[in-house]
């Protein structure tokens, strides 16, 4: 074994493996891998290999797609057999809104370029001859999807990462980790029982002991695993027969509805259901000397989705059970694996958490080698970055959130859904008053936010469908009160902190694509850039004082964007952080008759000379001390409120008690998405990404490369020089009757794919569906007329002017 190497990677399942594999094909020879046991003997060994595209998420997409393309090539390369049946697989429907999702996701397919294909209830029968198609409504089939052997993959990745210099180490068991001393981003020491391994970078890929490899470093890695079980039959004479008749393989069959999936083995089936009950397991990690280990099955768990199965497929009733499998499964809490940079360290990174680690280990290697070797992955990851969690993902949340992930794998997943495991967990103190005024709460990073709210008198519960669902009617109330009147939002999730110091300007200026404010008490939006001219991150910044400001970013980013500050910081001691997330609490005010508001709770004067957009100052509401900032995300005259949450309530009755006859009322989070589409308001993730060049996200008032040199410049610049792909545009919708665009709708002229929706949503103030987009740029022409998929349905849909509502943002000045 090695002393000294560039890489070391924990762990040889086959998620670790394809990293080692990635990192060696992208020229990082020098790269070793430790396994405590055997190669596969963790999860890998018994899992049942299925390669599944489908998936809602961009990121996992491209990752599960990139996964397949490898595959598909490692035996040629490797001369190793990986046993890669290319079978195709079918997904049922039984009911229309199960065709919605699968519409929905057609659409994400087709933007990144995934073979996707409806079927009707006959097709299915003529392709899988012995699925019973009662009640089916349709289905959709992956022509190039199937499964694989999981052992020979990994061995076939392994043998290609040694053909490339690579070394795999079996039987060696890390101890612990420390980093160096001395220089700016400090050495790895990787302590084993075989000895130490000093290295620049680790990464941990150690499945079942994600928890006890994060804890050597003092992170708690917000992974435990679930137990997941699949039952082989003996063979069945119609399939052997059909072997015989030289007849094609029966694809892999998923009915989602049922929660299982089916495929051949060996001349029987494979059924794996996922079933409501199945409980984590290794909380802690398994047991020293754990290898290769099963646990007791527990079929009667099974038993709902067996006869499920025997109704769909006779054949499986017709045939003894050979072997039952229960394994374990990592599982995170949201049911996506976290590939990336573990927060607060330098050079560990993280490959964990894979519920379907054998489909996302290619590709899940591939992005990390890019990240670590190029220093940015070359596709959005927001959706598996492991900053996406924040500290309050500890054992117990953990527990309730991984078993509701696994039971939820075939649910349809509606792009409202507001799970209820572990909730509520984190409330901001006005979370009661909110309710009682009829709030409908959903949750972001833990936090309970208002989405919407119920008139009394009506059902307190959320409708989830693709389409307009029961809350549209209340959210357009909602929205126009804001219009017309008053209306009060939480946005206490807000990530916050504080930069300061004598290197603090220095330091934001370095980091930021904007100018920072000049003034004491003047607001910028700001946007940092990643290294290659792509947006990692916004931030609202405030100038609190000549060397400290004030920055606020979206609550679901807060590790993310605060961790991105520290990586960047100089570490001489100039500049400190400090979080305020938990600390401060945010109402905002917004609509027309906002100042009268203010004016009524508040001595200070709010008049446009005193208090002019884009600027803030402190005030008092009633006895309660807060900074009044003239911003918001709704396009309205309006402040956000920023105070010392122990406060909120005082602040939150002072509002209600003054604004009752100017027709205050709260509104949520999804009367403000509806108003921000109006006004073209960009989001990070959707609008805003590391794949998009800031000047394509139209963020060119927020980019001023004269003044100076700051992250990601020269790389913006060259990337203009280059020339763009895309366009930021907003689309008006034309023909929609109960379904606006959600995102990742594919947008086509005369055919040919041209762009995508990033995300849509009804103007209640214009009377208009609206939709954001990304274009080739040809395309983006005022007055351009195109067609957007919709669910299924083409639409026509006209590029129109940025900002169609107030787009000289008189309202926001008034």
Known sequence: MKNQARVVVVGGGVVGVATLYQLARMGWSDVVLLERNELTSGSTWHAAGLLPLFNMSYSVGQIHKASVALYAELEAETGQAVGFSQVGN???????????????????????????????????QEIWPLCNIDGLVGAIQHPDDGYIQPADLTQALAIGARNRGAEINRQVTVLGFTQKRGSEWGEWEVRTDKGTITCEHVVSATGNYARRTGAMVGLEIPVIPVEHQYIVTEPHPE?????????????VLRESDGSWYLREEAGGLLLGPYEKGAPICYPDGPAEGSEYELFPEDLDRLAPHIEAAISRVPAFGEVGVKQVYNGAIAYTPDGSPIIGPAWGLRNFWLNEGHSFGVTA?????????HWMIEGEPSIDMLGVDPRRFGDYANAGYLKAKNEEAYANVFTIHYPDEERPAGRPLRQAPCYDRMADLGAV???????ERPNWFAPPGTEREDDWSFRRSAWF???????RNVAENVGILDMTAFAKCRIMGPGAESFLDGLIANRLPKSVGRINLCHALNSQGGVHSEFTILREAPDSFYLVSAGVYQRLDHDWLWRHMPEDGGVHMVNLTNAKGVLVVAGPKSRTLMQRVSTADF???????????????????????????VGELGWELHHDIEYQNHIFDALMSAGGDLGLKPFGIRAMDSLRYEKSYRMVGTEISIEYAAYESGLDRFIHPGKGDFKGRAALLAWRERGFANNFATLEVHGVTDADALGNNPIYRNGELVGRATGGNYGFRLNKSLALAMLRPDMAALGTELDMDILGTRHKVTVIEESPYDPANEKLRA
């Open 607 to 633: 008049g446009n000379n005193a208090h002019p957009w884009l600027a803030a100052r402190d005030i008092t509401i009633g006895q309660a001390r807060a900074t009044a900032m003239r911003v918001n995300y």
């Open 239 to 251: 399939i052997v027969k059909r072997h015989q008749d030289g007849l094609p393989e029966l694809g």
């Open 473 to 479: 009617e209340h959210v357009g109330n909602e929205c």
């Open 441 to 447: 709460f959903g949750q972001k990073a833990g936090w």
């Open 361 to 369: 280990a290619g590709g899940a290697g591939w992005q990390l080698a």
């Open 90 to 124: 079918i997904r049922l429907a039984m009911n229309p809104d199960r065709m919605d999702e699968y519409h929905q996701y057609a659409g994400v397919a087709r933007t990144i370029g995934i073979d996707v294909r409806f079927l009707t209830p006959g097709e299915v």
